[in-house]
């Protein structure tokens, strides 16, 4: 394993990380309150996400590579346009930091994850809340779909399970 690039421009400890679809940018999350896109290829920095009040504890990808999904200590995910770097929703709902966001395959959905100990599912389109998944004994700090779009899984701190969840 060898080193190609290395991205430098975060001010604080780096959290989370992923790859676009493509796999042409990487885009990190931050204890400095930024999100970054970087060029692979290059190493070379892109577009800086602001205007989150906390870090950024999770990143995600939509499927088509357009948007982007942070979750933040600041109690909200929110979803960016690649392009322009525009803030389009902030899903905000969760009385503590959002640990774990991601897209559904199709994008309609947004599964966000908190140490509130609730899952919640969101409308990508409106913004608004589908439903919250209440229950969950420790912080929600992983979220996934499953490819059909209608099976969510939730890991928790503190606890070896994970529940599989029907959503819709």
């Known amino acids: 394993m060898y080193t190609r690039n290395l991205l430098q421009g975060h ?4 959290v989370t990380v992923t ?3 493509d796999g042409k940018y990487a885009l990190t999350g931050s204890g400095d309150s ?3 896109l970087w060029d692979t290829a290059t190493g070379q920095p892109g577009r800086v996400l602001t205007g989150l009040a906390a870090g ?3 990143v995600a990808f939509a499927s088509d590579g357009k948007y982007i999904l942070t979750g933040s200590d600041d109690k909200t995910a929110r979803l960016w346009e690649v392009e322009t770097g525009q803030t389009i929703h902030i899903f ?5 930091a959002v640990s774990s966001a991601t897209f559904s395959a199709d994008r309609q959905y947004i599964l966000t994850g908190s140490w509130d ?3 919640r599912l969101w409308d990508a389109q409106s913004g608004q809340i589908v439903r919250t998944f209440a229950g969950h004994t420790n912080g929600v700090l992983s979220v996934s779909f499953a490819p059909e779009g209608v099976t969510a899984l939730t890991g928790r701190s ?3 399970q994970v ?3 029907c959503i819709l």
């Open 11 to 14: 001010t604080l400890w780096v």
């Open 19 to 21: 790859l676009s679809p």
């Open 34 to 36: 930024t999100a970054r």
């Open 56 to 58: 950024v504890g999770s």
């Open 92 to 96: 905000a709902g969760h009385a503590y």
């Open 117 to 119: 100990t609730t899952a």
């Open 158 to 160: 503190s606890s070896a």
């Open 163 to 165: 529940s599989v969840t």
